[in-house]
């Protein structure tokens, strides 16, 4: 009986939207909205710093599409009080709900009973102090050092950690939220801010246009802002706040620049949050309010890519949404060939060109590390953590397919195509396979000559990327290379090479040059001489004597110099590393550190001192990684 009600699910799942169909089976969601669907939420928390916890009630507005269907929210350590249902959406009456057993990757199913025409939910319930979608910073953790910090990461699948939702990118909701925190602080969220500009611990929003689960966020914390344009602006922590205005001030130029490619800008605002330094992400595209780590703050601008990145989102991502996260390349393989077709209109063509290089060299990387099944744009994720999929296939991999059709089909065919895309698909979740129709009626059919050049199925269904991808180049990292040569083979010292002018990108592609001579990595490339350990200790320490690395304060460049110091064991560079993973809590940047330390004995030894201290300061997210390279047990 049950497993025959499951089958006649999945099926009722492939439905019929405007003449496609949809199959949006989501394997990382216990919600049915095939039958039961959330439209609305409305939230109402205090926020409790001493008990780190949210409570409050959130009450969602539904579409009964199969009347006798229970409604399935996801949850995952919640503490549900109690459920009320209501008919005529006002007045409420207590409710029948069971939850379930939790699983440790989905977390558990909350089962409500619906009364004949019952149109509304409210759960009162509170969070777990270990919630995974939310961080509680000790003032400690701040740059202010005397208020209390929270914030939220929801994707992909942590939303159910602090509201009891629909947790699937497929279901999308429209919310209002009223939240009270202590006086002095200021809360935000992905939405309009309906409170104005008084500070007074009791805080509305609205959001109006339907967005997924993950989209949904909060932060707390003593937050200033400041307009950066008519339209833009920064929040942050006082101190932090002059700094990041400068850094960001090419923000609305980003706006601009993104409209003329793709429509307009759908969201009204579009409003930068710098977070303390645990935030576990570079940025998170929260709509109205991208929530970015102040690692990006290099004093340069040479990091706002990271800008263009999460604003690109607004188009795809945040108005075109992956439908599960087997689709996830829909959201960051198009952000991040985005991102870079923002750079080019905003910083030219040879910033483009050098970060396309990069994120070439980071793919072959990821291509030589990974199982062939992970390779795959359209990739299986059934029974593992979405979190898992977050590699370089879904940004690089799925960037490079656009470019190769750009590059086939001619930039003012691609460009046309993809602003209908956008307008086409906008404020809907969508799959592959919706794209790939899309794409085959579009482009693909109506230039057959070209479209045979382009091998789509081999690109999103198979391993590794087809013979014919497009091979990014720079020139300016052609120059580097010269110099780096000429100082590799004695011919100038360190501090004759002219890198007075270098630009951080620059830098990034010189230390990988250098590495890649010392020790060819794994996927081929400039095979050098092997250099003995002395060797290499004595052009380190030449480097830094040059360049001051250890010192750097640009995050992108001392966190590579540190790995390089890892591995070619240059000792000056310890009592940095030591600072950097206390400090820092950016995924992306601690995990490859710690793993670089656990690959010798004296080096986990060294990590597990550093991880035993720094482990209570880092997000739930970092941790449960972290765990895992290390194979922490718990002290
Ligand atoms: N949406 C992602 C962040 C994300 C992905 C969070 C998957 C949770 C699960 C965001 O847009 C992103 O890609 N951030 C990157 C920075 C970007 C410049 C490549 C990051 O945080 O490193
Ligand atoms: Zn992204």
């Not at 750009?406 to 592959?432: P, V």
Request: proline share 6%; hydrophobic share 40%; glycine share 6%.
């Amino acid at each position: 009986m049950k497993r025959f009600g499951r089958l006649l699910f999945c099926f009722c799942l492939t439905i019929a939207f405007g003449g496609i169909i949809v199959n949006a089976q989501d394997f990382h969601s216990y919600a049915n909205p095939a039958a039961v669907r959330v439209r609305h939420v409305d939230l109402d928390w205090n926020v409790l710093f001493q008990q780190k916890i949210l409570k409050g009630t959130a009450t969602l507005t539904i579409d009964r599409i199969s009347p006798s269907e229970p409604l399935v929210l996801d949850t995952r350590d919640l503490k549900i009080d109690q459920v009320e249902t209501s008919v005529d959406g006002t007045r409420f009456q207590a409710g029948t709900f069971t939850l379930g057993a939790a699983d440790k990757i989905l977390g558990a199913p909350l089962t409500i009973q619906l009364p004949a025409k019952a149109t509304r939910v409210r759960i009162h319930y509170s969070t777990s102090p270990g919630a995974s979608g939310l961080q509680w910073l000790e003032p400690a953790q701040t740059a202010g050092k005397k208020d209390p910090f929270v914030y939220t990461q929801s994707e992909a699948i942590h939303a159910r950690s602090w509201i009891p939702l629909q947790d699937t990118p497929s279901v999308r909701v429209t919310y209002s939220a009223r939240v009270r925190t202590p006086r002095n602080l200021l809360a935000v969220m992905s939405a309009e801010n309906l409170s104005g500009t008084v500070r007074d611990g009791d805080y509305s929003f609205r959001m109006r246009q339907p967005i997924p689960s993950y989209l949904i966020a909060l932060a707390v914390g003593d937050l200033r802002f400041r307009a950066l344009g008519p339209r833009t602006g920064v929040y942050a922590e006082p101190s932090t706040l002059a700094l990041a205005a400068r850094e960001l001030s090419d923000t609305e130029k980003m706006v601009v620049a993104t409209e003329r490619l793709y429509g307009p800008y759908r969201w009204g605002r579009y409003d930068i949050l710098v977070l303390p330094p645990s935030f576990p992400y570079g940025g998170m595209e929260n709509p109205r309010l991208t929530f970015a780590t102040p690692t990006i703050l290099a004093g340069d601008k040479s990091l706002v890519s990271l800008v263009a990145h999460e604003l690109a989102h607004s188009w795809s991502g945040n108005l075109v949404t992956n439908a599960t996260w087997r689709d996830f390349w829909l959201n960051e393989g198009f952000t991040t060939y985005l991102e870079r077709r923002i750079l080019e209109a905003v910083y030219g063509r040879s910033r483009e060109e050098m970060e396309a290089a990069l994120g070439l060299r980071d793919l072959n990387d990821e291509i030589a590390s990974l199982p062939d099944a992970d390779e795959i744009l359209h990739i299986d994720l059934k029974g593992r953590d979405p979190d898992d999929g977050s590699t370089d296939i879904p940004y690089e991999k799925g960037a490079l397919f656009l470019r190769h059709l750009e590059q086939t089909f001619g930039r003012a065919r691609f460009d046309q195509f993809l602003k209908s895309y956008f307008n086409h698909f906008s404020f809907q979740s969508i799959t592959t396979e919706q794209f790939q129709a899309y794409l085959k009626q579009n482009l693909l059919d109506k230039y057959p000559d070209l479209a045979s050049k382009v091998p789509v199925d081999e690109w999103i269904n198979q391993p590794g990327v087809p013979a014919s991808a497009p091979k990014p180049t720079s020139q300016a990292f052609a120059q580097v290379e010269t110099e780096a040569s000429r100082w590799l083979s004695n011919q100038i010292p360190a501090a004759r090479i002219p890198t007075a002018r270098w630009s951080t990108q620059e830098w990034q592609h010189f230390l990988t040059f250098v590495q890649n001579s010392f020790e060819p990595p794994a996927s081929g490339g400039a095979a050098g001489t092997q250099l003995s350990q002395t060797e290499k200790a004595r052009l380190m320490s030449e480097l830094d004597r040059a360049f001051n690395l250890t010192r750097s304060g640009n995050s992108e460049i001392v966190f590579q110099w540190l790995v390089m110091s890892i591995r070619n064991q240059y000792e000056p560079a310890n009592a940095r590393l030591e600072e950097f993973l206390m400090t820092v809590g950016r995924r992306k940047f601690i995990r490859p550190l710690y793993q670089e330390l656990a690959k010798t004995p004296a080096g986990k030894e060294k990590a597990l001192a550093i991880y035993r201290r720094a482990r209570p300061t880092y997000h739930p997210i970092a941790v449960t990684s972290i765990d895992d390279v290390l194979k922490w047990s718990g002290e």
